[in-house]
């Protein structure tokens, strides 16, 4: 747990309840970005919805003296007077609340949309590094997971408090002149009760936030169940029920420590809702023993009586609404912490950065070289890379091979900057990596993951998302779709480039897994790149589809970079270069027929493969 972490769980104490309205700037700030306009209605309706109950009070109380001073009299000129000012406050009071709930509405999409947009916005700007990062996973969790209603409901509150705290003072006022220990003593109670509640929610708040974990195993259970990617698998194992078990196990023991808390939280409120009618009793009895004794007027027990149970209901809901805040305070300090999160790679690029950025322009890659490349995952001492040595020059065609956990993955994503922590240099053009804007530099390099996405979008999307400016440029996108051997399959779909793919929404075309990693593959190549690389781009291909897709890789690749990654060695023996790797460090380099000669690593996994090849189109021509 980090310290700011164990701070906001001290956060919710009577010593610091002061301290968790330290956010009020920021929070006031998100509401204030949100939409200004809507913010000032609501406020000033808040306001005057403050102030309308006593003014109503004062209206009944003179209303009450008047009807009594009329029997004596026979004049009504009062009583009509203060009868159609209620009539006019009550409607007035009904306007201004279509009004604000109008508003209200409005703002409430718009909040909760600006809440989304920061978290998403501050998630893509997340290094990879980061994003691995179980902590920031929780802390992004709790900020997703209650982004669409926490925001609107803390501004609830915060529009409760004004509203309240108007209320309290204008009702109290009423009781002051009279005594104003009485009132005082409307108040004490549910202040009593705020600081009994305020350990209560100290302890929900930490158990809500200890859960974050297991809040994220319970949505991987349900979303293993209801994914189409694992539903297969699900089905042929008969995993239904034991997923759904282990479900209902997190389900049951969250509902049980809930139960606990809540059992705690309603025989407090019980002792301090009893206390309060006690209290309102006592207050009450005097009201009407001064009227008996004729110290105050009929009106005056009417509006009193009225003033002691709205001050009472005001003060122990502004207390309640306070309670709430502090507790949601803490999920905002979860949000504001969560969104000034500094990338760790800006700061690994600025420590590994020699040269100022603006100084260079990228204007192609002729050459990447990698000296002394060292790097360590986070929270494990072992290196995934080994003081690497190696140079790529334009015009080649690299192929990196070796065991898996060798560490061939690992390279390649560092030489797409998706690590940035590492030790050592790696150097474009003669100079430091970091020198260039990474906007240029990423224009410039085309990628296929192994682990590749399957955006559930068009066709259109899939492909053009390799290069955003050019996505709706269906001439671009059919190329890229031609060199990757997909064209006649676009061809084929009922709306072409504009059929959406994927099961999860209507009319969705479901694709194979080799036709998805064309996919992928056109999309790397959507980008006029000068580095190309793939990583285990044939696993989902078979042998036709894999000569094919090589076949054009080397034809795109002809005066570029081009770097791949193949467990398959029948399909490495083109390339100009072939790494070996082995436990991070590179162990052999050189042509195929070079590392063949050298009788090696490489040479005997070759035999390797190429015998089992063997003894497996015998048993082919066997049968």
Same mark, same amino acid.
Request: glycine share 4%; no cysteine; hydrophobic share 40%.
């Given at each position: 747990m980090s310290k700011v972490d164990k701070e906001s769980l001290e956060t919710l104490s009577i010593l610091n309840v002061w301290r968790s309205f330290r956010f009020w700037p920021q929070v006031f700030g998100l509401l204030w970005g949100t939409q200004k306009f809507y913010l000032l209605i609501i406020l000033i309706t808040t306001g005057l919805q403050g102030i309308t109950p006593a003014i109503i009070l004062i209206c009944t109380q003179n209303i009450v003296n008047s009807v009594i001073k009329a029997q004596a009299t026979n004049s009504f000129d009062d009583v009509i007077f203060y009868f159609l000012l209620l009539i006019s406050i009550g409607f007035m009071n009904e306007v201004i609340s279509l009004i604000k709930n109008y508003f209200h509405k409005l703002f409430e999409s718009l909040l909760s949309n600006r809440v989304n947009i920061l978290i998403m916005e501050k998630t893509i700007n997340l290094s990879l590094t980061e994003f691995e990062n179980a902590d920031v996973q929780d802390q992004l969790k709790r900020s997703q997971s209650e982004a669409n209603y926490r925001p609107y409901q803390i501004f609830m509150e915060i529009l409760s408090i004004i509203s309240g705290v108007i209320m309290l003072f204008s009702t109290a006022s009423i009781l002051l002149s009279w005594r104003w220990t009485t009132t005082i003593l409307l108040i004490v109670v549910p202040i009593t009760s705020f600081i009994s509640l305020l350990r209560i929610g100290k302890q929900e708040y930490q158990l809500q936030y200890n859960r974050a974990p297991k809040y994220r195993q319970s949505w991987?259970?349900?979303? @293993?169940?209801?994914? =189409? !990617?694992?539903f297969k698998e699900i089905k042929i194992y008969k995993l239904g029920q034991y997923l759904l078990t282990r479900y209902r196990e997190l389900f049951n023991l969250f509902y049980q420590e809930n139960k606990s808390l809540v059992r705690r939280r309603t025989n407090i409120s019980f002792f301090f809702k009893l206390l309060n009618q006690v209290v309102v009793a006592y207050v009450i009895f005097l009201i009407l023993h001064d009227t008996y004794t004729k110290q105050i007027n009929i009106g005056q027990l009417v509006g009193m009586i009225q003033a #002691? $149970? $709205?001050t009472q209901a005001n003060a122990q809901g502004a207390v309640q609404y306070i309670l709430s805040f502090c507790q949601n305070n803490l999920y905002m300090q979860q949000l504001f912490t969560f969104l000034s999160l500094d990338s760790s790679d800006k700061l690994a690029r600025s420590l590994h950065s020699k040269e100022i950025i603006e100084n260079n322009s990228l204007d192609s890659i002729e050459q990447i070289r990698l000296r002394n490349l060292s790097f360590c995952y986070p929270n494990s001492k072992k290196l995934a890379l080994d003081t690497i040595d190696l140079e790529l020059n334009r015009g080649e065609t690299v192929a990196i091979v070796g065991k898996n956990g060798s560490g061939k993955s690992t390279l390649v994503k560092l030489m797409a900057q998706l690590y940035q922590d590492y030790q050592g240099d790696i150097l474009i053009n003669g100079k430091s990596i970091v020198s260039y804007p990474e906007d240029q530099f990423l224009q410039k390099i085309g990628v296929v993951f192994q682990d590749f996405v399957h955006y559930e $979008? !068009?066709?259109?999307? /899939?492909? *053009?998302? *390799? /290069? @955003? $400016? +050019? #996505? +709706? +440029? !269906? =001439?671009?996108?059919?190329?890229?779709?031609e060199r990757a051997g997909i064209k006649d399959l676009v061809n084929q779909l009922p709306s072409k480039l504009d059929t959406q793919l994927g099961k999860l929404f209507k009319d969705g075309h479901q694709l194979s897994g080799g036709q998805w990693q064309r996919v992928a593959v056109a999309r790397a190549f959507m980008r006029n790149a000068d580095v190309y690389i793939? =990583?285990?781009?044939? !696993?989902?291909? =078979?042998?036709?589809a894999e000569i094919e897709v090589f076949d054009k890789f080397r034809k795109l690749v002809e005066n570029k970079i081009g770097i791949f990654i193949s467990h398959r060695f029948s399909s490495v023996s083109f390339a100009d270069k072939i790494i070996v790797m082995d436990n991070g460090r590179i162990v052999e380099s050189g042509t195929h027929h070079e590392l063949m000669k050298l009788d090696g690593q490489y040479a005997k996994l070759y035999r390797l493969q190429m015998s089992n090849f063997a003894k497996e189109e015998n048993l082919v021509s066997n049968h």
């Open positions: 991987y259970l349900t979303f @293993l169940v209801t994914k =189409d !990617s694992s #002691v $149970m $709205m $979008m !068009s066709v259109r999307e /899939n492909i *053009g998302f *390799g /290069n @955003l $400016m +050019n #996505v +709706n +440029n !269906s =001439d671009e996108v059919l190329k890229a779709a793939l =990583d285990e781009p044939s !696993s989902f291909l =078979d042998p036709e």
